[in-house]
């Protein structure tokens, strides 16, 4: 008996992306694959009343397990709720990078509230197709589906790209008609992972940081300009803060070359038709910070709650800054 996603107390993503377009803020797309880091996101988003959608990529449902998840992300519905005397903060549950019908279809199944399905490998004609057969199903059970034009480079569950491939503003009018999708995903220079540009592509400044190039603001107006009050996706955003990299680095750990996305530049696109920003790295590198730290520090540590109790303290963080002063969903939960 399939699972739908109302029963579980989650909403679709129609009005939460709406009202950040109306808004000019972005709702936070964050991924989860443990407890401590759904723990962190609610508690983030709860303490600032922000709407948030819970991603959750193919290897994260792999890794731990569909009923599990679906069940988690219910409790994350009632844990919000407890935290804000009832009130309660809007929760989707989304399918990140989905890559088969079969894999969105079970996810809809299981109660998920929207799904993306990522056919930017694919030709433009079997993108179009793949995402269609997804929306017509997603649909039936008012989920909502978010689409993907042009290639981010890096790594994108398990398909790899060496070289993005920008949005083409060209083509956006016919994929959103013919797709149905309800938002899309671009390709405007950001990439995933903690090494978003290589040294070459960076200057640097006299402390010897990469600075990387700036996203391509001209290629989102012009999608703006072709399909206008249309929701459009960010992929890739994380900033990758220098201190985590130092922190993980002093601790024995090995990053180099790191560098995200400078976050100016994420505030200047949630206020432009930018209303889903996708941050999974910087979680990343906040969590394992806090965990080498321990490690480091207190080498006779083995109580797991003494390790990930800070890395989940330390992801908090992380999530209200992005929330307060970079994505401007603060109190946007109504
Ligand atoms: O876009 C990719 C997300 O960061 C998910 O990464 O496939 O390693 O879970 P993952
Ligand atoms: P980051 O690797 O920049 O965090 O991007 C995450 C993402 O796009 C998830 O879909
Ligand atoms: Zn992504």
Redo the contacts with the bound molecule.
């Keep these: 008996m399939p699972t739908n996603y109302q029963s579980l107390g989650l909403t679709n993503t129609k009005d939460m992306l709406k009202n950040a377009l109306e808004g000019s803020y972005a709702v936070p797309?964050f991924?989860f694959n443990n407890m401590e880091q759904l723990q962190a996101i609610v508690m983030a988003c709860a303490e600032t009343k922000s709407p948030v959608i819970l991603?959750v990529?193919k290897g994260a449902r792999e890794y731990a397990n569909q009923n599990l998840l679906r069940h988690m992300a219910a409790g994350a519905v009632a844990y919000a709720k407890e935290l804000t005397q009832n009130q309660g903060i809007p929760i989707a549950l989304h399918l990140?990078?989905g890559d088969s019908l079969e894999l969105c279809q079970s996810c809809v199944d299981q109660g998920f509230s929207s799904v993306?399905i990522d056919g930017s490998h694919l030709s433009y004609e079997d993108n179009i197709a793949l995402t269609k057969q997804v929306v017509n199903y997603a649909h039936q059970h008012d989920v909502t589906v978010e689409g993907e034009l042009g290639v981010?480079s890096?790594i994108?569950d398990e398909v790899e790209a060496d070289k993005s491939v920008y949005t083409k503003p060209e083509d956006v009018v016919d994929f959103t008609q013919k797709t149905g999708v309800d938002s899309l995903a671009i390709s405007i220079g950001?990439?995933?992972?903690?090494n978003?540009f290589k040294p070459e592509q960076c200057e640097r400044n006299q402390d010897g940081v990469l600075l990387p190039p700036p996203l391509r603001f001209d290629i989102l107006e012009a999608i703006e300009q072709q399909i206008p009050n249309f929701p459009i996706v960010?992929?890739?955003?994380?900033s990758?803060p220098q201190g985590l990299v130092t922190t993980i680095n002093n601790n024995g750990g090995d990053l180099r070359d790191a560098v995200?996305?400078p976050e100016d530049q994420l505030r200047k696109a949630a206020k432009l038709a930018v209303c889903k920003i996708?941050?999974?790295?910087?979680?990343?590198l906040a969590m394992t910070a806090a965990i080498r730290k321990v490690f480091n520090n207190q080498p006779a540590e083995f109580d797991p709650r003494k390790y990930l109790g800070p890395a989940r303290e330390s992801l908090k963080e992380l999530y209200i800054h992005k929330i307060k002063k970079v994505l401007n969903s603060e109190n946007k939960a109504s």
């Excluded at 950001?190 to 903690?194: L, N, V």
């Excluded at 960010?234 to 994380?238: A, D, E, F, V, W």
């Excluded at 996708?278 to 990343?284: K, L, V």
């Design positions: 797309g991924n991603q990529s990140d990078h993306m981010l890096g994108e950001t990439s995933h992972g903690a978003k960010l992929h890739g955003s994380s990758v995200g996305i996708n941050i999974d790295s910087d979680g990343r």
